[in-house]
């Protein structure tokens, strides 16, 4: 939402705002607001989805309608160009790759936050930030030194990000010697120099902040381990709102500023859900996370241990004469696209009278929500669809848990383990279900944590080793017969 009003005003000059432009920001940021309202459910995801794209559409175009643009042809030819490789990637994205997706986009709104941050110091005549002396005003040089260090913050560390989540960085923590003390005298250094900033606008005070704020948003995240990704993709939407919040304040557009405002209150809102999720403190997640602990990261089992293998028509046959099946979904049927397959497993179990729910836990995937886009896509009922403080207390009643690609979310060392990385951590229930079916590619890895799990050892749990996607379609074929 914000990259695209970043990009329109970065070339506006100041002017006088008419009384109707004022009425269009206030009725975009309604729709803002109800744009917010709408993606808090997936029912109502849609509209917010159409509440936000006409909300922006309104924003920009009355930012160039409203003021004097250097070049408006260039910048119509820059809006299409974007919109053009933004769908493009929105209609060939998998829904496997949307976390990574969510952390670039990110970067691209932080490092648009910088660009227009170093044009305002470096044009301030265009942006309308003069004072009379003829220096840029102390309260703009505020103003553009906070933007540019969130935005340097929000970019490099949504690269790192991006590296994670996508494979091509490991997952696992990268710790550096006295890294507290690195990173809390940088953010002082940073900190220090945006306040001198005020008092002196030399190009080596704004550069030195520049390029700190770029290293510490590298400092911060190469520590924090793969387990603790959704808090960061959420931490980072707040990074982002809050760059474009401080350039609006820059750009004197009041669209900027609601707009900021409302992306950066929203994610740390949903950063402290996600943390509340985990049993964890936001900022102990910054410092490194539960994904920090060197002992964590072994990425094996702790020991060879018997468990029993299950085949698709044990399965199938359990679960067609079960009364009660809760399904937990995880980042394995992201991987393999499962979620069309399970659904159809679900519409066979129903026509057969059994009961079917979906447990979903908050930090199950890479981002906020992934399950839920992912069961959406698949036209899954979303009254079937349950948090785990709503649905956690029925495993005792159900027969069957049915675990696909999900594994810390189920690990029952995040109640009875104090040295497992991932104790205290909220976690389903499921060894008190009558019947557990596990479904993960072989024995041979763990969970994203890195942990063993002692569900795949229980005497109730059958572990059903193949691709997701291959073994609930084979379990359908079962089903049906």
Not at 304 to 315: I, M, T, Y
Not at 436 to 462: C, E, H, L, P, W
Request: aromatic fraction near 8%.
């Amino acid at each position: 939402m914000t990259l695209a009003l970043l990009s329109a005003a970065a070339g506006a000059a100041h002017a006088a705002v008419p009384a109707w432009a004022m009425l269009a920001y206030l009725a975009s940021g309604v729709l803002f607001i109800l744009a917010l309202r709408g993606l808090s459910s997936p029912s109502t995801s849609r509209a917010g989805n159409r509440y936000g794209m006409i909300g922006m559409t309104i924003a920009v175009a009355t930012t160039l309608v409203t003021h004097e643009i250097a070049s408006l042809p260039e910048i119509l030819a820059a809006l299409a160009l974007g919109g053009a490789i933004g769908w493009v990637i929105a209609r060939k994205i998998a829904m496997t790759d949307m976390p990574q997706l969510v952390a670039a986009f990110h970067s691209l709104v932080g490092l648009a936050a910088v660009l227009v941050g170093w044009a305002a110091y470096l044009n301030p005549e265009a942006f309308g930030i003069l004072g009379a002396d003829g220096t840029i005003n102390p309260v703009s040089r505020l103003e553009m030194g906070l933007g540019i260090a969130i935005g340097a913050i929000t970019f490099s560390g949504s690269v790192i990000a991006f590296l994670k989540l996508a494979g091509k960085m490991s997952g696992a923590p990268i710790l550096l010697p006295l890294r507290h003390v690195i990173n809390l005298g940088t953010l002082v250094a940073i900190l220090g120099l945006t306040g001198f900033f005020m008092t002196d606008q030399s190009l080596w005070v704004i550069a030195a902040v520049t390029a700190l704020s770029f290293l510490i948003g590298f400092l911060l995240i190469i520590p924090i381990g793969g387990a603790d990704m959704p808090v960061v993709v959420s931490m980072l939407n707040s990074y982002s709102g809050w760059a474009a919040a401080a350039m609006g304040f820059t750009l004197h557009n009041t669209a900027m500023i609601i707009t900021g405002a409302l992306v950066g209150s929203s994610g740390a809102i949903l950063s402290y859900i996600m943390c509340k999720a985990m049993n964890r403190g936001f900022f102990s997640v910054i410092a490194g996370g539960f994904g920090a602990d060197a002992a964590a990261g072994g990425g094996a089992a702790r020991e060879q241990r018997p468990w029993k293998r299950g085949s698709a028509e044990d399965a199938a046959y359990m679960l067609g004469e079960a009364e009660k099946v809760i399904i937990i979904p995880g980042y394995g049927m992201a991987v393999s696209q499962a979620q069309h397959a399970l659904r159809e497993m679900a519409d066979l179990l129903k026509a057969k009278g059994v009961e079917v729910k979906y447990a979903i836990h908050p930090v199950a995937g890479r981002m906020p929500g992934h399950m839920n886009v992912l069961l959406a896509e698949a036209n899954v009922p979303y009254d079937e669809v349950f948090e785990l403080e709503d649905i956690n207390s029925e495993f005792s009643t159900a027969d069957v848990a049915f675990i696909i690609g999900a594994n810390d979310v189920v690990n029952p060392a995040a109640k009875t383990d104090k040295s497992s990385p991932i104790y205290g951590m909220p976690v389903f229930d499921v060894d008190k279900a009558k019947q557990v079916f596990f479904i993960k590619r072989s024995m041979g890895g763990v969970g994203y944590a890195g942990v063993d799990n002692d569900v795949f050892y229980m005497d109730q749990t059958m572990m059903l080793l193949a691709d997701a996607k291959k073994m609930v379609e084979d379990i359908n074929k079962s089903l049906a017969h």
